[in-house]
């Protein structure tokens, strides 16, 4: 299994980026997907979430308006579209797999991940 992000970068405060997911060798799409983000020194946060089918996402209360979760099952591709960005949102965005139930936005809860891409708000 596979999840290569790809998307971040830098990025004036109140820009847009839209960060993508591949993910690869992963059949079981019948889970839940996840995008986290991570500052140094802090721990990995859960930002986005997206059911099976793309029927019910949730939202970190501090992206929710702003950011936007969907995928693509025909390309196998995650995305996270980031309006409004702010200096808070800069770390580096994961995208997460292998789902095995509990709270979909605990890191521990997820199988896969990819190498993280880096969002940089200033």
């Known amino acids: 299994v596979q999840l290569v992000e790809s998307g971040g970068g830098s990025v004036q405060a109140g820009g847009s980026l839209r960060l993508s997911c591949l993910v690869r060798?992963?059949?079981?799409?019948?889970?839940?997907m996840a995008w986290f983000r991570q500052v140094p020194g802090k721990e990995r946060e859960g930002v986005a979430a997206i059911r099976p089918g793309g029927g019910t996402t949730s939202y970190a209360g501090s992206v929710k308006d702003r950011f936007t979760i969907s995928q693509d099952n025909a390309k196998n591709t995650l995305y996270l579209q980031m309006n409004s960005l702010k200096l808070e949102d800069t770390a580096i965005y994961y995208c997460?797999?292998?789902?095995?139930?509990?709270?979909?936005?605990?890191?521990?809860?997820?199988?896969?991940w990819g190498q993280g891409t880096q969002v940089t708000v200033s």
């Open positions: 997460a797999a292998g789902f095995a139930g509990g709270s979909v936005f605990r890191a521990a809860n997820h199988g896969y």
């Open positions: 060798g992963y059949t079981k799409t019948r889970t839940s």
